[in-house]
């Protein structure tokens, strides 16, 4: 089944792509490499996020955030690509969890984005992994994703 | 215009290519991407700037920090490439701020770095980017910039 | 002399490859790039280390941490193509040091990584490098490694 078919089949609707927070572009292409710049969680209930993971949030709540920070990732490859059947391979993902210093639960929060990967591009959206837990993040929100992708060759 | 040319009509000058820190390069190519290590801003007044935004140092002061990194970033080119103008694009900037846990204007002060890049070399200038905010960085400097960028081939 | 027989000179073992902390894969092949997951230090007398630099483990013993954890990310690149003598280059190495505010030394405590790199791979072990200190780590763990390898072509 291809990812535009699954992304159909779950319902998923993806979001308009978000503008770059400074004087940067959403995404870059080198070759078949495409570097997108970080992204965070989509508002909710008009919104944008903003609390630390270990205070505001808990890890179910930053599970469900790192998926919504990924569905905006999704777009911008959406957005770049033209379809996200494109993607010949998720690289790498690099999470980072706006958190309290005692915060040990980094790895069930991002599942949330790994999970939304594999479910929408299957083996191509097993990539490789690393989650940091910072001090603080742009307008405070509660986390930041960024990814490399790699795109079918023509 | 070239990026040479622009450099030139800015008015400035690249400083030495400062030493790594430990045991590594300053930058490593492979293929047609140059990785380049992480970069402190420049001494001022002779002394390496120590402190963390929100605390020693304004937004509008990093500002000016993340311009000072990011000029021994692109004298790393230069040193790497012989000239600004074998760059086809830079691909990727990536930001850590040293900063108290309250901080948020991470955005404000990358773009110190992302309006040098986009000045010198125009729309080969404009990257995917991505910034967080650490706790602590080497020496106390208040924020290291990493990037990578494409080189035009033969 | 090869990398291989450089690991048999030091006398050193490979530990097992540690399995991924969730929904990914240890590492990901683009064209001829090895993109490596993030690693923490390897157990020691059955427990994985947990603390901070700075409070819970000094410098020396980061150092020594940080040559724990690039030895599970040899482990890894010997997994993924069978033999060390497939590493064209080590491209890029990026730390982060679950460290107090206060801390300075993430370079020395780095060079544990780089070092050990130097030693197995020769000149094809000196990389592109950035560390950063951090709040908080998954389960708490002192410090986490990623890496970017180039595979020699067939």
């Avoid at 998923?12 to 940067?24: D, F």
């Avoid at 078949?32 to 996020?49: Q, W």
């Avoid at 191509?124 to 509660?142: E, F, K, T």
């Amino acid at each position: 089944m291809s990812a535009e078919q699954r992304i159909k089949n779950l319902g998923l609707v993806l979001p308009p792509v978000s503008a770059p927070a400074g004087n940067y572009a959403t995404a870059v292409r080198s070759g078949n490499l495409l570097f997108i710049s970080g992204k965070a969680p989509l508002p909710m209930d008009g919104k944008p996020p903003k609390g630390k993971l270990g205070r505001e949030y808990s890890t179910t709540e930053g599970y469900v955030l790192a998926r919504s920070a990924c569905l905006d990732l999704i777009a911008v490859i959406k957005d770049k690509l033209g379809s996200l059947d494109e993607v010949a391979q998720v690289v790498e993902l690099h999470g980072s969890i706006n958190a309290v210093p005692e915060f040990e639960e980094h790895a069930k929060v991002l599942d949330g984005a790994s999970d939304l990967l594999a479910e929408i591009f299957g083996p191509a959206g097993i990539h490789a992994r690393s989650v940091i837990g910072v001090s603080s993040l742009r307008n405070g929100v509660p986390l930041t994703l960024k990814a490399t992708i790699e795109v079918k060759l023509g």
